[in-house]
């Protein structure tokens, strides 16, 4: 298996050297090379192709955006975000998705332990996926954490009745090239869509920039969850950043419960644990969505929701730009349906006004 080569572009120095350290520790890295500004990362990628850019979005000489726009048109590299999490920078970053970058990590702070543990396998596993990327389908030795289970969040219910009513709900998950795949799939609903809920893997202040722009651009409306939030249609709600997203049920209410706890399937949010939750409190009123993403958060869950008797679809390796998640499920048997991203709302639609 080749090792992953990596250019890091940042105006600090302390970022600079922080972020190859991580990277360093994993044995699928291969070379790391690093720019203070991509001035100086242009001169070096004479001599040095990487796999995979991490990129900062304010530096000195020229800015992370105009040199990725510059990049995209001229020899196209996975690129990752690495934002210092500003209001400011929130949306530069999501304008850098629409160029073409792959996904976004949070600048470490330097002194937080806990933090920097979770770190290294956030920024570790954005650049694994980053490398498997298909840029095509974009649009416009320290041992890391036990990998854990939905069961510290959210333990299984070990009966499969529920009541079936006629509103429905859709669960969806989605992690590298959700970003944008999220805007294609949301902005393919009416007004009258079932009640969604969604875990997207993304940093802590982000949610709530990104949910602002899916709203404006959105038929329904979208919001960043907040605890306690009823799940009703024509409405979207987000997972927070580093929040766990649950769906309960109250009588006929539906509601979201955002709650903290450990990384799960190595995420927080987890889509493993959103599902959990739709499998046992929505069972067959829920419609389960897993899309673009890397790894296997998700698929668990998802089968654990068709076997409550959900409707499970998952978005075809074509549309995806990594074809993860997905496949995890497929492979599982949690799939009802194998949908390409511009059919998955119509189809979700079709299903909810025949109340199958």
Known sequence: MNKINVLVIDDSAVVRQTLCSILKEDPGIGKIVSAQDPISA???MKTFIPDVITLDVEMPRMDGITFLRKLMSQHPIPVVMCSSLTTENSQSTFKALEYGAVDIIEKPKIGAKNFLEESKIKIIDAVKAASKANLKKLT???????KMSADVVEKSRTSKAMIQTTEKVVLVGASTGGTEALRILLEGFPENSPGIVIVQHMPENFTSSFAQRLDSLCSISVKEAENGDSVVPGRAIIAKGNKHLLIKRSGARYYVEVKNGPLVSRHRPSVDVLFRSGANYVGGNAIGVIMTGMG???AKGL????????????QDEATCVVFGMPKVAIDLG???AVLPLESISKHVMNKVMKNE
């Open 42 to 44: 242009a001169q070096k």
């Open 140 to 146: 416009k030795s320290r041992s890391v954490a036990p």
């Open 296 to 298: 296997d958060d998700g």
């Open 303 to 314: 089968f654990e929701m068709k076997k409550n008797g959900a409707y499970t679809i998952a």
């Open 334 to 336: 949690a799939v009802d």
